[in-house]
C-alpha cells in the first residue's frame, strides 16, 4: 500500500507521462512545488516498490505496475471530482478531491462510480436531486 504521499507522486509521474516523453526528477519537483531531495526520496521508495526504474539524470520511467496504479490514481481523482460536482456541493473540487482520494476505500470508490454511471443513465431523476439542492439551498438562505 502506497502513503497517501507516495500516491500522489505516482499520480503526478503518470500525468507527465501521458504528455511528456521524458519524465526527470526536476519535472515533478516543478509540478508539485516541493524541493528535490524529498522527490528524490520519494522515487526512491516507488522504485523499491516496483512502480518506477529511476535511471540516470534524474530520468524516471514507469513499470506496468507503475502506469496500471498511475491511471487508476488519476481515474479516481477525476471520479472524485466529478461526483463532487454532480452532489453540487459549494466547495474547492480540486482540493477536496485531492484531500478525499486518499481515504476511501475501493469498494467505496467502485459505489461513488454506480452512483455516477446511475445519475448519467437517469437524468430526469438527476434534474429531481438538482432541483432538490436549489430548493434546500434556497430554504437554508430565507432562515
Ligand atoms: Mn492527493
Same mark, same amino acid.
Request: proline residues 2%; hydrophobic residues 35%; contains cysteine.
Given at each position: %500500500?502506497? &502513503?497517501?504521499? +507516495?500516491?500522489?507522486? +505516482?499520480?503526478?509521474?503518470?500525468?507527465? &507521462?501521458?504528455?511528456?516523453?521524458?519524465?526527470?526528477?526536476?519535472?515533478? &519537483?516543478?509540478?508539485? $512545488?516541493?524541493?528535490?531531495?524529498?522527490?528524490?526520496?520519494?522515487?526512491?521508495?516507488?522504485?523499491?516498490?516496483?512502480?518506477?526504474?529511476?535511471?540516470?539524470?534524474?530520468?524516471?520511467?514507469?513499470?506496468?505496475?507503475? /502506469? @496500471?496504479?498511475?491511471?487508476?490514481?488519476?481515474?479516481? $481523482?477525476?471520479?472524485? @471530482?466529478?461526483?463532487?460536482?454532480?452532489? !453540487?456541493?459549494? !466547495?474547492?473540487?480540486?482540493?477536496?478531491?485531492?484531500? %478525499?482520494?486518499?481515504?476511501?476505500?475501493?469498494?467505496?470508490?467502485?459505489?461513488?462510480?454506480? +452512483? %455516477?454511471?446511475? %445519475?448519467?443513465?437517469?437524468?430526469?431523476?438527476?434534474?429531481?436531486?438538482?432541483?432538490?439542492?436549489?430548493?434546500?439551498?434556497?430554504?437554508?438562505?430565507? /432562515?
Amino acid at each position: %500500500m502506497l &502513503s497517501p504521499s +507516495l500516491e500522489d507522486y +505516482l499520480e503526478e509521474i503518470y500525468r507527465f &507521462s501521458v504528455s511528456h516523453d521524458i519524465v526527470r526528477v526536476t519535472d515533478i &519537483s516543478h509540478k508539485l $512545488n516541493v524541493k528535490l531531495p524529498s522527490v528524490t526520496k520519494a522515487v526512491g521508495k516507488l522504485r523499491a516498490g516496483g512502480y518506477i526504474t529511476y535511471q540516470k539524470y534524474g530520468v524516471i520511467g514507469l513499470t506496468d505496475k507503475g /502506469r @496500471q496504479t498511475g491511471g487508476y490514481l488519476v481515474e479516481r $481523482n477525476t471520479l472524485l @471530482q466529478e461526483f463532487l460536482r454532480t452532489i !453540487c456541493a459549494d !466547495c474547492d473540487v480540486d482540493a477536496e478531491a485531492e484531500a %478525499m482520494e486518499h481515504y476511501l476505500s475501493k469498494t467505496t470508490i467502485v459505489s461513488i462510480q454506480h +452512483l %455516477m454511471v446511475f %445519475m448519467k443513465e437517469h437524468p430526469t431523476t438527476y434534474q429531481q436531486f438538482v432541483d432538490y439542492v436549489q430548493q434546500s439551498k434556497k430554504k437554508d438562505k430565507e /432562515r
